[in-house]
């Protein structure tokens, strides 16, 4: 019998995984199609960027050992390897915080952990590039000389090209809309904004940020009501990055003193540059934002703002980020300086963090699958995602525990931090100086 086709929307991290394991799990891979409407690697994706941190360390044993299988793909895979550049990771701890505790007792808890305590007043002797930063609310910190960071447009890149390679396809074009079968079991494809139409027996929906805003309209024509809708599983949500290029002086005293990824707590981070990718990257892990909209059939939806460039960032949220990270961490390279450039990046965040992969749960959508919900931490699992995602297309388990975790939640809850029910801000409320406080934290990339 043939293999099912299969139509994949989005190729960043959930849909270039998942189309290159198909790759090698189809005897013809050339019945996997891929639409994304950028090119390789896409511009708009939270899959591209100079860097993305990789890491093992997770309080949570699932995650942790996710991460431990990827971070064997990033030191030995071809496609990978020379992307990956291991620093290590620097995590200062609030005080008050168990954060920095709870993970390295989950990494022990696997059998060793090469984490080591790291001395708050000594950390400029160690690093001398942190000279300045700030440690006044924090009360420990560890290096985990395991981790990493890894050049994230590059990487995507490649393992999509390993896939096409074997014979997937790789289309560039907008998806306006999903096309809902007659027999009214499933979806019959999609019409792209040109009018071209792909159909196939399978459709994958990893169009991360943007999964509500393709969703909704097919929601409103089966009449879903709110609780069983996307929106309840998974939300855009955005934050900001500041770029300071570095100069090949800044860079070499860089490189010098073994500058790791470092973790400003709850705050943020602060991802090393190299000769290549020039740029010292802030991101606001903090300061997370919506941006709510209101469909024609007045279903509220999150989606990244359609008329804003990635790039245009409110001068509200630049400050703020300013105040909170750029000039307490490593100040010596940002001091008297503005960024060189910003972006907001938009990810699709659900309630726990944990992903969304599955079958969509609703009887007219039998054919629909579900790979989102990277939370802000899941580009380290670009090697290993599409394995689990190949596994639910051929109805396949993952084992009870990551069935469990990553299924349609009827039982969605979302909760800020503070245990209230509540939408973080909204981007159009940022561009003041008297912003609010967010309501989400996601300083865990
Ligand atoms: C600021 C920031 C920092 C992060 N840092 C880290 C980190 O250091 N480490 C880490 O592990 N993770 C990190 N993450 C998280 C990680 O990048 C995401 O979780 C992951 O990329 C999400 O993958 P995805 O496939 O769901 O979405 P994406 O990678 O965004 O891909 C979705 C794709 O769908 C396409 N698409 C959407 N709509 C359409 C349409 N209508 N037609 C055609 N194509 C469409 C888009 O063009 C896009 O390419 C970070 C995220 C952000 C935003």
Not at 57 to 68: G, I, S, V
Not at 149 to 157: F, L, R, S, Y
Not at 268 to 274: I, K, Q
């Amino acid at each position: 019998m043939a293999e099912p086709t299969i139509l994949i929307i989005g190729a960043g991290t959930f849909g270039t995984s998942t189309a290159y394991h198909l790759s090698q799990r189809y005897k013809d891979p050339s019945r996997v199609t891929t639409i994304d409407r950028a090119p390789s690697p896409p511009e708009p994706s939270a899959a591209i960027d100079t860097n993305r941190i990789i890491r093992t360390d997770y309080a949570n044993p699932l995650y942790c050992d996710l991460a431990c299988e990827a971070i064997h793909d990033w030191f030995w895979k071809l496609e990978l390897g020379e992307y990956f550049h291991k620093v290590g990771w620097l995590m200062l701890d609030e005080v008050g915080s168990d954060r920095a505790d709870k993970i390295r007792t989950t990494l022990e808890s696997r059998g060793s952990t090469q984490t080591q305590d790291v001395d708050l007043d000594g950390l400029v002797k160690r690093w001398e590039c942190l000279e300045g930063t700030q440690t006044k609310g924090f009360e420990k910190a560890y290096f985990n000389p395991e981790a990493g960071w890894c050049e994230a447009a590059a990487a995507t890149k490649s393992i999509m090209d390993a896939a096409v390679k074997r014979g997937v396809q790789r289309v560039t074009a907008s998806v306006k809309e999903l096309l809902l079968d007659e027999s009214g079991k499933g979806v019959r494809g999609i019409r792209t904004d040109d009018g071209k139409e792909f159909v196939a027996d399978k459709v994958i929906l990893a169009a991360g940020a943007w999964t509500s805003s393709l969703l909704s309209p097919i929601e409103d024509q089966l009449n879903i009501g709110e609780a069983d809708r996307i929106e309840r599983q998974v939300r855009a949500t955005g934050a900001v990055s500041a770029y300071y290029k570095m100069s090949d002086a800044e860079i070499n005293r860089i490189e010098t003193s073994r500058m790791p990824v470092s973790v400003y707590g709850q705050v943020g981070e602060v991802v090393p540059p190299s000769h290549k990718l020039p740029y010292l990257r802030y991101c606001n892990g903090q300061g997370t934002f919506t941006n709510t909209v209101s469909t024609k059939s007045g279903a509220k939806i999150s989606v990244p703002p359609s008329d804003q460039s990635q790039y245009a960032v409110p001068e509200g949220l630049k400050q703020e980020t300013e105040e909170a990270i750029t000039s307490k961490l490593m100040p010596s390279f940002t001091k008297a300086k503005r960024p060189d450039y910003w972006r907001i990046c938009w990810d699709a965040v659900t309630p726990t963090d944990d992903w969304l992969m599955c079958k969509h749960p609703h009887p007219s959508l039998s054919n629909l699958f579900l790979a989102v919900g990277g939370s802000f931490h899941s580009y380290k699992f670009l090697p290993i995602a599409g394995k689990f995602m190949s596994n639910i297309l051929e109805d396949k388990s993952n084992g009870v525990e990551k069935d469990k975790t990553w299924r349609w939640k009827e039982d969605a809850v979302w909760k800020n931090h503070q245990g209230n029910s509540a939408l973080s801000r909204e981007l159009r409320d940022l561009d003041s100086r008297t912003m609010g406080v967010s309501a989400r934290t996601h300083s865990k990339l």
